[in-house]
């Protein structure tokens, strides 16, 4: 196997001057952070290295922040904290493209409550029905056991008056507590099946890399590494982007690579998923650990 397989990031710090982490599934599990994570990111700082979270949370950058916080991920342990809804909601403010200029105001959100942030301040009239709507805010499920097949018929009434579609989170599925749901990327995934228009924000796209980067300001590429669990998202991002990367098998792809009672995965298997998705990790670990 031509991977280089980790057991800790100790391994290949040195290599690099900045990160960029991904959250949900690599430092905590939407609850708590995974054991080690804190005793890592704390040595990862005291050697000097400059730490940025991009998350594709369908909400603001400050809010993300605040409950990494909450679940014991302290603030100094980071050195700038992005979102996929940071950037879809800069963008519903500022209009600076020809998508958001022709996009209307009207909003029917297509999210829970707790992402009611990303339509304040914005400009933004919320309604109550696609009839009423110039365009779709797609942060997500309301509940953790819903299916895209239950947005079937909203999303037809939509493609059938051409309603946009801005989705602020990529992501097709997510791990909480060991279950696995829904994202908006799924629903998104299936009104552009249908021949909707969506704007994806969020990893894989260039423009939250560009936003990381910059943030970073590390002028050398190769001396960046990008961490997440996602082939799909974080390691297609990070090859796009030109930087290195490191897959955490135990994440969302758990399952598909076979992960035994050590927490290793078999390696066939996760040389046969690699492969299949087309985008390539530079490294792989089992967790996020020192």
């Excluded at 990160?19 to 952070?33: A, E, F, K, N, R």
């Excluded at 996760?270 to 490294?283: N, Q």
Aim: a negative charge; aromatic letters at 6%; hydrophobic letters at 45%.
């Amino acid at each position: 196997m031509s991977l280089r397989l980790l057991t800790g990031l100790r391994e290949i710090a040195a290599g690099y001057d900045g990160l960029i982490l991904d959250l949900w599934g690599v430092l905590h599990d939407g609850s708590s952070p995974f054991p080690g994570v804190v005793d890592a990111l704390r040595e990862l700082k005291a050697a000097g290295k400059r730490l940025v979270v991009l998350s594709n949370a369908p909400r603001r950058a400050a809010l993300v922040a605040a409950r990494m916080v909450e679940i014991g991920l302290a603030r100094e342990l980071f050195d700038h904290i992005h979102s996929s809804g940071e950037e879809a909601w800069q963008h519903l403010l500022r209009r600076e493209d020809a998508f958001y200029a022709a996009l209307g105001r009207r909003c029917y959100h297509m999210g829970p409550l707790r992402d009611d942030n990303m339509l304040e301040g914005a400009g933004l009239t919320r309604v109550g029905a696609i009839a009423e709507a110039e365009f779709i805010l797609n942060t997500g499920p309301s509940d953790w056991d819903e299916t895209v097949g239950q947005y079937e018929a909203l999303l037809l009434e939509a493609r059938a008056r051409g309603l946009p579609m801005v989705c602020a989170n990529p992501d097709l599925v997510v791990v909480h507590q060991g279950r696995r749901s829904i994202c908006a990327g799924a629903v998104a995934e299936r009104y552009a099946q249908i021949g909707g228009s969506v704007r994806w924000h969020g990893k894989p796209h260039a423009p939250v890399y560009a936003t990381c980067l910059a943030t970073l300001g590390i002028a050398d590429r190769r001396r960046v590494l990008a961490v997440g669990d996602s082939l799909r998202t974080d390691i297609a991002g990070a090859n796009a982007a030109g930087i290195d990367s490191v897959l955490v098998t135990g994440g969302i792809h758990a399952e598909e690579f076979g992960l035994g009672e050590d927490g290793a995965p078999d390696l066939d298997r996760l040389e046969a998923a690699i492969a299949a998705s087309g985008h390539r990790p530079d490294a792989v670990i089992a967790a996020f650990r020192w």
